[in-house]
């Protein structure tokens, strides 16, 4: 389980509040990812950054922004822009190359209040 | 874009039978095909991956096969044990470097 960490484990917030979550590696991973989970929904992709300073959108980036300065880590930010923010996230990582396994954080449920 | 479907989206089986859950995608381009498996609080971790070059593949009680032809991939569970119980996830992509679609996922129940 070592190796991808996201802080906080829960967060609260406010209503137009901006808000932070972490995301950390120590596995020397190119790729990083953030998804969203939602009850019924799966993981829907937020944004992925495949190398560092470059970042691409993934299906549902309206209201999040992301930056990737160091290649260890990928941090989202939840704006107040995002209509319905209540979720859990979940950050991965995978080598670079064509078939590798996806190492998932132990995610962050965010709580709008 | 692609798009990933999965049925159904909840199972219950007796303890030792088995289990299918399928998946279609719509992306032809798409060569790559994991399975997933969260157990409640925990984190998704990949059980088993299928190219577009193989047709199946087995890892003990699990295997998946791949229809490319009409898009579509199963995942097989023999044996099935209490512990097998979780929301599994497939997904497709170009590569697993590449941006992963999900499927919506399916909650697996095995009745001791």
């Known amino acids: 389980d070592g190796g991808i960490t996201q802080s906080p484990k829960y967060l609260f917030r406010k209503e137009g509040q901006n808000v932070t979550l972490s995301c950390e590696q120590n596995l020397n991973h190119d790729a990083m990812y953030w998804y969203r989970q939602d009850p019924g929904q799966g993981l829907r992709l937020i944004y992925y950054?495949?190398?560092?300073?470059?970042?691409q959108k993934g299906d549902i980036a309206e209201g999040y922004s992301v930056s990737r300065e160091k290649k260890e880590s990928f941090p989202l930010t939840v704006t107040s822009a995002q209509k319905n923010p209540t979720a859990f996230y979940l950050c991965?990582?995978?080598?670079?190359?064509?078939?590798?396994?996806?190492?998932f954080g132990p995610g962050t449920r965010l709580t709008v209040l | 874009g692609e798009n990933v479907e999965q049925h159904p989206s909840t199972l219950s089986v007796q303890e030792g039978d088995s289990a299918v859950i399928k998946c279609t995608y719509s992306d032809s381009a798409s060569n790559y095909f994991p399975w997933y498996k969260q157990e409640l609080g925990k984190r998704p971790q990949l059980i088993i991956d299928i190219r577009s070059n193989v047709g199946e593949k087995k890892d003990q009680r699990i295997a998946v096969t791949l229809n490319k032809t009409a898009k579509h991939f199963s995942l097989h569970i023999t044996e099935t044990q209490p512990e097998d119980s979780a929301v599994y996830f497939c997904a497709a992509s170009e590569t697993s470097y590449d941006k992963v679609i999900f499927g919506p996922g399916t909650s697996l129940s095995v009745i001791p």
């Open positions: 950054s495949q190398i560092v300073n470059d970042f």
């Open positions: 991965a990582s995978t080598v670079s190359g064509s078939y590798n396994e996806q190492f």
